[in-house]
């Protein structure tokens, strides 16, 4: 270490690799929670395509010389698109509920990780007003001392 320089203690939070393992678990939900989002907006844009496709076939006027056959296979394929609709609103519920579950999940994890970070920010205080309370006493112990010597190199007591 070089001539005259004084090595400062630094904070060191010793609960820090809890801390970063629940960043980085908070950082995982996060990504869980955009992707299940991600899910359940493709399941509400198939089901809107799909009700949609059901609103234009019942739309579609019927052809006066349409047989038995074509009238009984359009009416089976609406039939198709409501079975589809109803087990999309289905998934969508799911994915929904999911969704509102990872958020909750979500919010525990940063939670659990602000406590931390709080703690740590106690800490680092506390650890800054001991230094400063360090320093001061020896600031003193210098200043005390210095008068004293000065007092005796003059011929004082």
Excluded: W
């Amino acid at each position: 270490m070089p001539e005259g320089k004084i090595r400062m203690p630094m904070f060191s939070f010793r609960l820090e690799p809890v801390l970063q393992v629940r960043k980085m678990r908070e950082q995982e939900v996060h990504q869980e929670l955009a992707r299940l989002e991600q899910t359940r907006q493709a399941v509400e844009q198939d089901m809107v395509s799909t009700v949609a496709q059901l609103n234009k076939e019942i739309c579609t006027p019927s052809v006066a010389s349409m047989d038995m056959f074509f009238s009984l296979h359009r009416e089976h394929y609406r039939e198709c698109l409501r079975e589809r609709v109803a087990t999309q609103e289905t998934a969508l519920q799911e994915h929904g509920l999911a969704v509102e579950v990872k958020r909750d999940q979500l919010v525990r994890v940063m939670q659990d990780r602000l406590v931390l970070e709080k703690l740590k920010e106690k800490q680092a205080e506390s650890f800054k007003s001991r230094e400063s309370a360090r320093e001061i006493r020896q600031m003193d112990e210098l200043g005390t001392t210095t008068f004293c010597y000065r007092r005796i190199m003059k011929g004082g007591e």
